[in-house]
């Protein structure tokens, strides 16, 4: 399976976006771009997925280089509440399976 | 709806006794998954089940048994503890086959910590 590379953390100022990278220079065609995020003592939850096109939602928007060897997830406005760790995974399409890595933890500082 | 439910939220074991995980989903989901999170690491797959009656090892399901006997339930089953199966456990529930276009996005439930003495 194509691996990801996220940062081990990052810091960001409350009410200012966030763009937190991640890279997967081996995805292959049929691999979806998903993330998850885990706030404290919580279960994961999922934020947004994409294939090839930018994508939006109410949470945030994932942005998908031409090439797709990179993506960006965007938070617009930090809130204290998005202090998390941000799980990038790739997932093939079809594949019952999610496998996560280690993720980006992400310090909101007010 | 309470969405994806597990119980106990809490266990606390000795090496060699025996126990069960309980995961319940009200969302008519077909997929069901059992994780487990160590201390600063990300979540390892350990089964899952992609229907009724049928289940399928993960990444590290040696020591674990499970079942899918109902749709809305999957069970964990540790029979002889071990104290390197301490841990947070996580259940969770999808409705389409991840990576379908549409969703396929995963409902975690809030976790069971385990602890084995």
């Known amino acids: 399976d194509a691996k990801t590379t996220q940062p081990n953390s990052m810091e960001s100022n409350e009410e200012e976006p966030v763009h937190l990278p991640c890279n997967h220079s081996t995805i292959s065609g049929t691999d979806y771009i998903h993330w998850y995020r885990q706030l404290p003592s919580q279960g994961p939850e999922y934020v947004i997925h994409g294939l090839t096109s930018n994508v939006n939602n109410r949470m945030a928007s994932l942005a998908i280089a031409e090439d797709r060897k990179s993506s960006t997830l965007i938070l617009h406005r930090a809130t204290l509440r998005d202090a998390a760790v941000y799980y990038c995974i790739l997932r093939p399409w079809g594949n019952e399976k999610l496998t996560f890595g280690t993720g980006t933890r992400l310090t909101i500082i007010p | 709806n309470a969405g994806v439910t597990q119980t106990p939220k809490f266990r606390v074991l000795k090496t060699g006794q025996s126990m069960t995980l309980l995961c319940a989903q009200d969302?008519?989901?077909?997929?069901m998954y059992w994780y487990r999170q160590d201390p600063g690491m990300g979540l390892r797959l350990i089964h899952y089940?992609?229907?009724?009656?049928?289940?399928a090892k993960g990444e590290v399901p040696d020591g674990y048994n499970v079942s899918r006997l109902k749709k809305q339930n999957f069970l964990l089953g540790l029979e002889s503890a071990a104290p390197s199966q301490t841990s947070v456990y996580f259940c969770?529930?999808?409705?389409?086959?991840?990576?379908?276009?549409?969703?396929?996005?995963?409902?975690f439930g809030e976790g069971s910590r385990l602890t084995v003495l």
């Open positions: 089940s992609v229907g009724e009656g049928t289940t």
């Open positions: 969302m008519n989901h077909e997929y």
């Open positions: 969770a529930s999808s409705y389409h086959a991840p990576g379908q276009v549409r969703t396929g996005e995963l409902f």
